[in-house]
């Protein structure tokens, strides 16, 4: 079966670092991406891990742990503008690329 | 940049009515999907399309759901004979099959249905 868990929501400072975590179980892991999500908009792709490690793209950074089942989405230097929900989904191994998807944690960024 | 559209952007319907949600994928891509987010709920997947049919539909696709990809651009969603609990955003997505991007999905804008 799949469950994918993060936290429902988390507020931080404009400025800061936020760290969102993420932790699934899933048979036949693939691979994991991180969706940007503003309110009534589609997801924007930000991030996939397929390997363990630490993926860094700007102001923003993705970390895998397969062992453990967990990942991370790091948002440093946050602006107001990063206030969004953040989809944490994975696939799995196979000819279906289809995303299998947590419920997100909505980040409140304040000034 | 080319961009995934889906039409219409908002639809009112009435319980037990057809409805076609539309979606011009980007002209390169292989891999078509369909997701629904109900309001305040995790996206789901309903639907895979490659090579002009079905890869993978999930439990929520039932007989009351099909897809089309009619003339080799427009990917359609239709929904038989809607229920309340249809009501939701639904999002197309494509997807490269190498390059890249090929693990990206990119995403339309939505449809928001709302079932009366």
């Known amino acids: 079966g799949q469950n994918i868990d993060q936290p429902t929501e988390m507020t931080a400072t404009e400025g800061a670092i936020v760290q969102i975590n993420c932790t699934y179980q899933?048979?036949?892991?693939?691979?994991l991406f991180w969706y940007q999500q503003h309110a009534g908009e589609a997801p924007t792709f930000l991030s996939y891990?397929?390997l363990d490690g630490l993926e860094e793209k700007g102001r923003f950074s993705s970390f895998l742990s397969r062992s453990k089942g967990y990942s991370y989405l790091l948002l440093k230097e946050l602006q107001m503008k990063d206030s969004a929900s953040y989809l944490c989904?994975?696939?799995?191994?196979?000819?279906?690329?289809?995303?299998?998807w947590g419920l997100g944690t909505s980040l409140a960024v304040n000034p | 940049e080319p961009e995934v559209t889906q039409t219409p952007s908002h639809q009112v319907t009435q319980m037990g009515q057809e409805v076609i949600l539309r979606c011009v994928p980007i002209?390169?891509?292989?891999?078509f999907y369909w997701y629904r987010q109900i309001l305040g709920q995790k996206v789901e997947f309903l639907v895979s399309?490659?090579?002009?049919?079905?890869?993978?539909k999930s439990e929520i696709f039932d007989d009351q759901f099909s897809v089309e990809r009619p003339d080799g651009s427009n990917f359609t969603l239709k929904i038989r004979s809607t229920k309340l609990e249809d009501s939701a955003m639904y999002f197309c997505?494509?997807?490269?099959?190498?390059?890249?991007?090929?693990?990206?999905?990119?995403f339309g804008p939505g449809t928001r249905l709302t079932v009366t």
């Open positions: 997505a494509g997807q490269s099959r190498g390059g890249a991007n090929q693990y990206e999905q990119y």
């Open positions: 002209s390169n891509h292989l891999y």
């Open positions: 399309f490659y090579n002009n049919e079905i890869s993978e």
């Open positions: 899933t048979s036949g892991f693939n691979g």
């Open positions: 891990n397929v």
């Open positions: 989904a994975v696939t799995r191994a196979g000819n279906n690329r289809k995303l299998i």
